[in-house]
């Protein structure tokens, strides 16, 4: 039927030219409304000739059909297929062009071609994706040397030229790697990204080491492998969902790994974050609360670490990879650090113990920086998760940050936190609760995606599904 129709309106069979709707036609529109006429009328007496009154009626049914389509198109939005929707596979393209016969009251990008217009913003809106789960994202042809960056400056001036409700964020990429950049609207009503419907997508990732992130802009998963991190950084303000991200991570690699291929420490100075992740079969220990006995875990992990090496000296190997390779039956099991709040635990300021009187958030500081820095960690299957509520560059000095390479980064209120977490600006002009950029070493750039939720009982439910899952098998 498409074919039919796209045939029908290149020869404008059924169409009534647009100069008629819109103003006086020329000869040329004349001549185009002739030629069903012209057509039509043989076609009819062949068909009464043929088949007589039958012939002449099914004729007549087929040009009346044809009126009727023409007679709908302004309501179909101006197009015989109506609305042309985004594709996955491929783009299609949504320039209002008159020209091709699009109503332009019905086209979906008038009122963000209006606004921009109207705030001599130089872009034309050229492509719609509605397949995300909380944003639109509207494609922009920005003319050459102008700066679309300044939309976000507009603020509630532009979201009032949309007719948004009062508090509606609007953010803007500058470049989405196809020559254009993009505008990204909330959605009336979104649908939620739920950690549970995606802890096996995790599992089948084929990444050593899964960690859930959520969706794209485009509803794919997002998950990334701590492996190649290989160090990790979850940082955001208060409400932005960074617990529930560190908590994604945990469960996805409790649910894609066996107790006896993955060990967790939990460390939390604000107590109750990752509590209840105590029940899960990977964790060796009830969270640590107490930085005196963080400290004393982290001394433990070095020494792992230093006895590992050499394990994989003898074994004649250079990672923990090659080492479960070269011994399947007894794996060597990855060890994550998940370390809550990391600047709390930093600022510790209570001695080391009754014979050591360097502060305690001190002495975790420096393990940290042996540990991440130079050391080995990665090739030995240690791997560090840290999360961080406002990041303070005093406490936790760039050489630290430096050895944390992978990052995700939730909204923030600055572009100072912003570049500390990804390198560049964006967070701060991220649009809803979850939203979050994720930087992966070796990423040429960050890239946007919306953080799952634990929604209601869903963490309870997480945690007894993969318990029921490990003690089975």
């Not at 057509?39 to 009464?48: D, E, K, W």
């Not at 979104?190 to 990444?207: F, I, N």
Request: charged share 20%.
């Amino acid at each position: 039927m498409e074919n039919v129709l796209n045939w029908c309106n290149k020869h404008k069979i059924g169409v009534l030219p647009e100069a008629w709707r819109t103003a006086k036609p020329n000869n040329k529109d004349l001549i185009d409304m002739a030629k069903p006429t012209l057509v039509g009328l043989p076609a009819l007496m062949i068909l009464y000739l043929i088949w007589e009154i039958p012939g002449f009626a099914a004729g007549m049914a087929i040009i009346v059909g044809f009126a009727i389509l023409d007679a709908t198109r302004p309501l179909r939005g101006g197009h015989w297929l109506g609305r042309p929707e985004a594709s996955k596979k491929a783009e299609v393209q949504r320039r209002f062009l008159i020209e091709k016969g699009m109503d332009p009251e019905k086209w979906w990008g008038k009122k963000l071609q209006d606004a921009l217009n109207a705030h001599n913003i130089k872009a034309n809106v050229v492509v719609l994706d509605t397949s995300g789960a909380t944003l639109d994202m509207y494609e922009l042809e920005v003319q050459q040397g102008y700066d679309v960056a300044g939309i976000t400056a507009l603020g509630e001036n532009f979201s009032r030229a949309l007719k948004l409700p009062k508090g509606t964020h609007i953010s803007v990429d500058a470049n989405i790697g196809n020559g254009r950049a993009a505008l990204y609207i909330p959605k009336e009503k979104y649908r939620p990204v739920r950690t549970l419907s995606m802890l096996e997508a995790a599992q089948t990732s084929g990444y050593a080491l899964p960690g859930l992130v959520g969706e794209d802009l485009i509803g794919n998963p997002m998950i990334v492998d701590i492996t190649h991190a290989p160090h990790l950084l979850v940082g955001g303000e208060v409400g932005m969902e960074r617990a529930g991200q560190m908590l994604n991570i945990i469960l996805s690699t409790s649910y894609s790994l066996p107790p006896e291929r993955l060990r967790i420490t939990l460390i939390d100075p604000k107590l109750l974050e990752l509590a209840v992740c105590n029940s899960l079969p990977q964790v060796t220990e009830p969270v640590i609360t107490d930085m005196h006995k963080a400290h004393k875990r982290l001394l433990h992990i070095r020494e792992m670490m230093l006895v590992r090496c050499q394990q994989f000296l003898e074994a004649g190997v250079n990672n923990i990879a090659a080492y479960n390779r070269r011994f399947p039956d007894a794996p060597m099991p990855y060890q994550l650090v998940a370390f809550s709040e990391l600047t709390i635990g930093l600022k510790c300021s209570a001695p080391v113990s009754a014979d050591d009187d360097r502060e305690v958030g001190d002495s975790i500081k420096s393990l940290l920086l042996e540990l991440i820095g130079a050391a080995p960690t990665q090739e030995a299957g240690i791997h560090f998760l840290f999360g961080i509520q406002c990041y303070d560059p005093k406490t936790c000095g760039e050489t630290l940050r430096q050895g944390i390479p992978s990052s995700i980064g939730m909204r923030v209120r600055a572009h100072e936190f912003s570049e500390l977490l990804i390198g560049q600006k964006g967070c701060e002009s991220l649009c809803e609760q979850g939203e979050c950029y994720v930087f992966m070493s070796g990423d040429a750039s960050p890239k946007r995606a919306l953080s799952a939720a634990l929604i209601g009982e869903d963490m309870e439910h997480a945690v007894d599904l993969i318990r029921e899952k490990w003690s089975t098998e």
